[in-house]
């Protein structure tokens, strides 16, 4: 069952978001100890505007409706608020309030982004991303976009083929942290 997040839910989507963030590699989250970027996170999931904001999020609930995949969402014009919500959180977490940790912009102008699409690995192969990219299409429509777009990690194969069989284009080249990623889209 695929729904909106839930404050509650951000227990089972660290572990599933922090495939992306350990895939990424990036010098700005290694440098923080893991206890640290945990409770920052935790702060930013249950604000109400961060980029992984339980109001961004959906996922994809096992039978006892715990999160097992999970897919993050935003306009373009979004990006303007979705990482300054975390200024103000890093005081509380005993780290500077000019600390970046994200600051790439990665949708485009009248694009409706899937920042973070990530499933707990005993679930990869049974349809949860899929499915989780159908709702996102829905999501675009309902919210009047007709072009959904994300960025792939060139060294990722197994995505790679995930959104070309949904019908993703390249597009573009874009570097993210110190990564290259191909921009896709799709028109719904």
């Known amino acids: 069952m695929i729904r909106k997040a839930k404050k509650s839910d951000f227990e089972f989507i660290y572990p599933i978001l922090k495939q992306i963030f ?31 904001s339980y109001r961004r999020t959906w996922v994809y609930a096992d039978t006892k409706d715990r999160p097992i ?7 373009y014009e979004d990006q303007k608020v979705i990482d300054f919500v975390l200024k103000k959180e890093c005081a509380k977490v005993d780290l500077a309030t000019d600390m970046v940790i994200f600051d790439d912009k990665e949708a485009w ?44 990690d060139k060294e990722n194969p197994r995505a ?19 990564r290259n990623y191909d921009h896709m889209i799709k028109k719904v």
């Open 22 to 52: 350990d895939e990424m590699d990036m010098a700005s989250i290694k440098k923080l100890p893991e206890s640290q970027f945990y409770d920052l996170m935790r702060l930013g999931f249950i604000s109400e505007y961060y980029r992984y």
């Open 69 to 75: 995949g999970m897919v993050a969402m935003y306009s």
């Open 109 to 152: 102008p009248n694009e409706w982004y899937v920042d973070s699409l990530a499933v707990t690995p005993k679930y990869w192969g049974e349809h949860v991303a899929s499915s989780l990219l159908d709702y996102a299409f829905k999501i675009a429509e309902q919210k009047r976009f007709n072009k959904v777009s994300l960025n792939v």
């Open 160 to 178: 790679q083929k995930l959104y070309v069989h949904k019908g993703f284009k390249t597009v573009d080249k874009m570097t993210i942290g110190d």
